[in-house]
């Protein structure tokens, strides 16, 4: 049987994925297509319902995104969003004015009888994030909520199965959003719910087999979660027309390197390349202390190394990158100040000679990625791994980094990481690592003087890692892990915890 499909329709608001996520979570197939997407081509798809996503227009102005009229009379449900819910009012003869101030921030609204407030409070706040308000709704149409400054906060024709609302829905904020979706969904769509990851594994590799044919990919693997999905997944669709690159910059945790290749070369048995090109890393790192130009140096020769390995393979089609969605959105807020110089191992070299990118994540959020890497039969501690920078043990490792440095490092990190996963924290707190700094201070060990390192533990908890709070590690497991860390690892006297929050502090120490 046909998976039911529902479609987002972008008339380009910030939030379009994140109403396609919530769908998802509902169970229900989603995909979300631009604006410009002809009517027969919906019609083809049969979806069961319709959502029209917010966007920064107004619908007055002659530019901005409207749609054929004749959607309304597909007898498809459909719900109107914010810039949805104002050109649904436009289009079927209701009216549109401009507030003169913007109504922002969470709001309370007043529902009333609706099939989608079904078990939602009459009272409930919601996110609004408007000028433009509907002062009149077409003709057959009903005012289902307000707030204090919006008359219109929500309106439908029931009969006709159209639907608008004039909040969010799809943010946190609106505490009851999802319920509302859920109703839209379940009791005006009358969706059964029946998807589940495992089908969008399938189609997802279905469609790259298609796409990609017989020709060549090369993806830079770092043995992080999302490029070793995607290598995985694009694995499946295509075999060993895949070739990977791993790089061993010597900054990499312990074990790790090996870890890495065990994984894809046993279990997956695909084409693997490591390059271990630790010295050639160190090399160039000597003498550099600014982070930001160990941070440089670390990504210009990470892309040389690769175009390096990319020459010997020869041509390739596609280039892979592991890109997801918060990357999507972070990249275009294009004037933000650059606090760090983030390097994506796989960012883009631009010598190598490939024709097009791959982005197979680019829709799905972490957690998504995470549920996709365990269909795919990725092991559940490589899964739930926590971000490693692609600068890796260089932007942990304070002042010039030496091998000495690195070994302690590794090894202190070891033990920390294994302590926080023996107090069943590995997946509460959100990262968690050591950091050398470039210290030293007097101990004292039997009964003589120590003159050695101070290490520094850092742990955090976060949703989306732009802000963090340090995790509240129980005494105990912060005790074990110290006097773990003195006693087994050489040149190690004293062991700090990192409690500043972020902001002001960065996660990372460099
Ligand atoms: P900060 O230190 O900026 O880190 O608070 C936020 C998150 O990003 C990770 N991070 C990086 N990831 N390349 C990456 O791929 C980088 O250069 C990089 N620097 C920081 C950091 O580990 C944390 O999860």
């Known amino acids: 049987m046909k998976n039911e499909l529902v479609i987002v329709l972008d008339f380009g608001g910030q939030y379009n994925q994140l109403i396609a996520r919530r769908v998802r979570e509902e169970k229900v197939y989603c995909e979300v297509l631009p604006y410009k997407t002809s009517l027969d081509q919906i019609r083809a798809k049969e979806p069961k319902g319709i959502i029209f996503t917010g966007g920064p227009n107004s619908v007055y102005d002659p530019a901005s995104p409207h749609y054929d009229k004749a959607i309304f009379e597909l007898g498809i449900p459909i719900l109107g969003i914010c810039y949805g819910s104002q050109l649904m009012a436009y289009e079927l003869g209701g009216s549109v004015a401009t507030a003169p101030t913007r109504e922002y921030g969470k709001t309370e609204v007043r529902t009333s009888q609706s099939v989608l407030f079904e078990d939602v409070h009459e009272k409930t706040v919601c996110w609004m994030s408007h000028t433009d308000y509907i002062d009149r709704v077409p003709e057959g149409f009903k005012v289902t909520a307000y707030s204090k400054a919006c008359p219109c906060a929500a309106y439908e024709d029931a009969e006709r199965k159209l639907y608008a609302v004039q909040f969010h829905p799809e943010v946190n904020h609106t505490e009851e959003g999802q319920r509302m979706l859920h109703n839209f969904l379940y009791r005006v769509c009358k969706c059964r719910g029946d998807w589940v990851m495992k089908d969008y594994a399938k189609r997802a590799v279905m469609e790259l087999r298609e796409k990609i044919g017989d020709r060549k990919v090369l993806c ?70 600014e982070p930001e130009a160990k941070r440089k140096a670390i990504g210009e020769e990470f892309i040389r190394v690769f175009e390096a390995e990319a020459e010997k393979i020869g041509k390739v089609d596609f280039l892979v990158q592991g890109t997801i969605y918060p990357d999507v959105i972070e990249s275009g807020a294009g004037d933000a100040a650059v606090i760090k110089s983030h390097h994506n191992v796989g960012g883009l070299p631009e010598h190598v000679d490939f024709k097009e990118i791959i982005e197979p994540l680019r829709d799905l959020f972490k957690d998504e990625v ?98 963090a709070d340090w995790a509240r590690i129980p005494y105990d497991v912060l005790e074990r892990t110290s006097n773990r860390i003195v006693n087994e690892v050489k040149n190690v006297n004293r062991l700090v915890y990192d409690i500043t929050s972020k902001p002001p502090a960065t996660i990372e120490w460099e």
């Open 220 to 289: 830079a693997l770092s043995g992080g979660v999302d490029s070793s999905v995607a290598a995985v997944m694009i694995h499946k669709a295509v075999g060993d027309r895949l070739t990977c690159v791993f790089v061993d910059n010597g900054l990499l945790r312990k074990n790790e390197g090996d870890e890495v290749e065990t994984v894809f070369r046993k279990q997956y048995d695909i084409n693997l390349v490591r390059v271990n090109a630790q010295e050639r890393f160190l090399g160039r790192l000597k003498g550099a202390v």
């Open 370 to 467: 995470r549920r996709l890497g365990i269909e795919l039969g990725l092991p559940e501690k490589f899964v739930w791994r926590q971000p490693f920078p692609g600068p890796g043990l260089a932007v942990r490792v304070i002042g010039e980094i030496t091998e000495e440095k690195l070994d302690i490092l590794r090894d202190a990190d070891a033990i920390f990481r294994e302590e926080i996963a023996r107090a069943g924290l590995d997946r509460s707190i959100n990262q968690y690592f050591a950091v050398i700094t470039d210290m030293r201070s007097v101990g004292v060990m039997g009964d003589g003087r120590t003159y050695d390192y101070t290490l520094a533990l850092r742990a955090v908890t976060t949703d989306d890692f732009m802000t």
